[in-house]
């Protein structure tokens, strides 16, 4: 019994450890040391249902703990980004119907220039050659559609 309760905790140290190791392998340790637990205890004693129970709801409620308790600790609070990047991913609607040219063929993607800035874009249709006169017709999220103006 000495040899479960050993891998147990070994089990359970190196799953915390986890948290702060990269890489995986501690993770990937603890859970073979809770099986090997689990393991011996069917092997060499009488108390392997026991044994096989305790580490699952023992996990189960240290699982449910970690994630009620870790976001408001110190830890936790320096793992969540708080900032927002703003509107980097916010379509720019003003760009519908403005007109630019292309810098690169369009097949049907490509390079455009518009108001002075260089776009990723997409050709309506189909290819736009390099220096044609382009016009946005829609603004899909991040997706810039053009067709020859």
Do not use: Y
């Not at 455009?112 to 220096?131: P, Q, S, Y």
């Amino acid at each position: 019994m000495d040899t479960v309760i050993l891998l147990i905790v070994s089990g359970a140290v190196m799953l915390m450890l986890e948290l702060f190791l990269p890489g995986m392998i501690a993770g990937i340790g603890g859970a073979i040391c809770l099986v090997a637990a689990v393991v011996v205890a069917f092997l060499h004693t009488p108390h392997g249902w026991s044994v096989f129970a305790g580490v699952l709801i023992g996990g189960t409620a240290a699982t449910m703990a970690w994630f009620a308790w870790m976001p408001r600790s110190f830890v936790g609070k320096r793992f969540v980004v708080k900032e927002t990047i703003g509107d980097a991913n916010e379509p720019d609607l003003e760009l519908v119907g403005q007109e630019g040219v292309a810098r690169t063929d369009l097949r049907p993607a490509g390079i455009a220039t518009i108001n002075g800035r260089r776009l990723d874009v997409v050709a309506e249709g189909g290819m736009v050659e390099k220096g044609t006169e382009v016009k946005v017709v829609e603004v899909d999220g991040v997706r810039v559609v053009v067709r020859p103006a």
